[in-house]
């Protein structure tokens, strides 16, 4: 067996039981190791089905083992579940490139799931830092301020973060 003596030289300095109690633990390991994820995937799955069920989105599917991305037609929309995909960073830098980038990165993100307008912003807000961070913290306070309320739409933020990190002189070239 393979496994025992990837690890170095020692494995082979063992005489013949020691070699075959080392291969029965490493096997015994492997399959005690197996079980416990497949513990853990079953968990999983009822928590995700638990969660989508209070959503009003139903998931199937077997975690173990290598599944594609399960895929679901949801109100004439084609929504991919149980796929993970990352919000891009935003850090607010002074490149409108940059900022068109990651809006357009993660509207990508967007019509991959199926998000609320408000869990859209959430979604959007959490992975912004340092000067986008600051920015947006300023942003929601001098609203709740001036206008009693927050942004809560991605259309609106979208938009006031437009207006923040891209001039109105600026024109984006197709690349």
Same mark, same amino acid.
Do not use: T, Y
């Given at each position: 067996?393979?496994?025992?003596?990837?690890?170095?030289g020692d494995y082979h300095q063992l005489d013949g039981p020691q070699r075959l109690l080392l291969d029965a633990m490493t096997t015994q390991m492997r399959r005690l190791l197996n079980r416990n994820n497949e513990e853990l995937y079953g968990r999983?799955?009822?928590?995700e089905n638990q969660l989508n069920q209070n959503t009003g989105r139903h998931y199937s599917g077997n975690r173990v083992g290598n599944v594609g991305p399960r *895929?679901?037609?949801? @109100? !004439? *929309?084609?929504?991919? @579940? !149980?796929?993970?995909?990352?919000?891009?960073?935003f850090k607010g830098r002074s490149d409108p490139d940059a900022y068109l980038?990651?809006?357009?990165?993660?509207?990508?993100?967007?019509?991959?799931?199926d998000y609320t307008k408000e869990q859209k912003v959430k979604l959007a807000a959490a992975e912004f830092s340092n000067y986008a961070l600051v920015w947006w913290n300023k942003n929601q306070r001098e609203m709740m301020r001036e206008e009693g309320r927050e942004i809560d739409t991605w259309t609106e933020m979208r938009?006031?973060?437009?207006?923040?990190f891209v001039p109105t002189s600026y024109s984006r070239s197709m690349r």
């Open positions: 067996m393979a496994g025992a003596g990837d690890g170095g999983m799955e009822d928590l *895929q679901h037609r949801m @109100e !004439g *929309q084609n929504i991919i @579940e !149980g796929v993970k995909l990352n919000v891009p960073p980038d990651w809006e357009m990165k993660i509207e990508h993100v967007f019509s991959c799931n938009r006031v973060m437009r207006k923040r």
